[in-house]
């Protein structure tokens, strides 16, 4: 019996997804703390962070070994414009982690913050925040979607994925409301959730 690519993705990913959110939930990490005790606090981004690209893995494995039919191909020289247009996403990205600190996302900086629940995270809203409040999700959108090849198993992957970018994005937003309050509240009434506005709206 052979199996699709696209039934692949579709079953890994619900396995990824509820994983994936259940390890950043507020809830599972309070338990995780009394459970671990003051290291968890050390390592626990970091962890999160490698756990998260094994985790991909798989799908990596299905989207190479299971592509099923090629949708499209784009020839020259317009793969080269969409290869390029997603090596500036990439910089976006870069610039981006470097805002908000590219050591804490990755969770460089926890280590050693033993028993620290705060390592001097702030409101960003400037430069590429003031532009759109969840630029990651939103260019690594993009990079997906610039892709020169199609296959019904990277389509099924790019959709689910975008998704899952969008519902992540919520998630975060319900957490950095709770963290910061107004100034949130009033940062996210001028910048938009995921297109660009054109002029900057940094106060």
């Known amino acids: ?6 039934l692949a993705i579709s079953a890994y990913f619900l396995i990824f ?22 290291a968890f606090d050390s390592w626990q981004r970091l962890a999160y962070n490698l756990l998260a690209l094994i985790m991909i893995l798989p799908f ?5 070994f299971l592509p099923g039919k090629t949708l499209y191909l784009v020839s020259a020289p317009c793969n080269y414009l969409l290869a390029l247009g997603q ?20 969770g460089l900086s926890h280590i050693g913050n033993k028993g620290r629940t705060d390592d001097g995270r702030r409101l960003v809203t400037t430069g590429l925040y003031s532009r759109t409040r969840n630029p990651l999700f939103f260019f ?6 610039l892709t020169p090849l199609m296959t019904e198993s990277l389509l099924s992957f790019n959709i689910l994925a975008t998704i899952y970018f969008y519902l992540g994005a919520r998630h975060e937003e319900r ?15 001028r910048v938009p959730m995921f297109l660009p506005r054109l002029r900057s ?3």
Do not use: C
């Not at 019996?1 to 696209?6: A, D, L, P």
């Not at 959110?21 to 459970?35: E, M, T, V």
């Open 201 to 203: 709206a940094s106060r």
């Open 175 to 189: 957490s950095l409301k709770a963290e910061y309050g107004e100034a949130y509240e009033e940062y996210k009434s």
């Open 1 to 6: 019996m052979e199996i699709s690519g696209r």
């Open 60 to 64: 990596l494995f299905i989207l190479l």
């Open 17 to 38: 997804a509820p994983v994936h959110s259940l390890l950043a939930d507020p809830a599972f990490k309070s338990w995780a703390r009394r459970a671990i005790g003051p």
């Open 140 to 145: 690594a959108a993009l990079i997906l979607w």
């Open 87 to 106: 090596l500036l996403l990439v910089a976006a990205m870069l610039m981006t982690l470097r805002q908000t600190g590219a050591a804490s996302f990755l």
